[in-house]
Nanobody, 121 residues
Framework: QLQLVESGGGLVQPGGSLTLSCKAS????????MGWFRQAPGKEREGVSC????????LYADSVKGRFTISRDNAKNTVYLQMYSLKPEDTAVYYC??????????????WGHGTQVSVSS
C-alpha cells in the first residue's frame, strides 16, 4: 500500500519561493510517474507538473513554466516541487500523485491529502 504525505506549504509574499515535498511510504517510487496537482478556491483541480520514474522527462502547466521545478530523489522516496516567483493565483491546496501501469496495462494511482500554499496579494 503506497502512502503519500505532502509538506512544505505555508504563507509567502508575491515573488517569494517555497519548496514542497512529497514523502512516500509502503512502496518505493522507482517505477512511478509522479505529479503535482493543485486546487484553488472555487476552481477545479488542475495538473501542475509531472516527472517520469527515471526523472528523464518533465512536464509543466503553462501557468508555471519557468517558475516551478519538479524533481525526485528515489533513494529518499521523495518528490519535490520548487516554486519561485510565486503569484497570488498560485494560492491553492497542492496534492501529490503517484501513477504506474503494470505489464497488463492495469493502472495504479495514489493521492496525498494536500498541503496549503497561500500567496498574499
Amino acid at each position: 500500500q503506497l502512502q503519500l504525505v505532502e509538506s512544505g506549504g505555508g504563507l509567502v509574499q508575491p515573488g517569494g519561493s517555497l519548496t514542497l515535498s512529497c514523502k512516500a511510504s509502503g512502496k518505493t517510487l522507482d517505477y512511478y510517474t509522479m505529479g503535482w496537482f493543485r486546487q484553488a478556491p472555487g476552481k477545479e483541480r488542475e495538473g501542475v507538473s509531472c516527472i517520469s520514474n527515471s526523472a528523464g522527462d518533465t512536464l509543466y502547466a503553462d501557468s508555471v513554466k519557468g517558475r516551478f521545478t519538479i524533481s525526485r530523489d528515489n533513494a529518499k522516496n521523495t518528490v519535490y516541487l520548487q516554486m519561485y516567483s510565486l503569484k497570488p493565483e498560485d494560492t491553492a491546496v497542492y496534492y501529490c500523485n503517484a501513477d504506474v501501469r503494470n505489464s497488463y496495462n492495469v493502472r495504479y494511482n495514489y493521492w496525498g491529502h494536500g498541503t496549503q500554499v497561500s500567496v498574499s496579494s
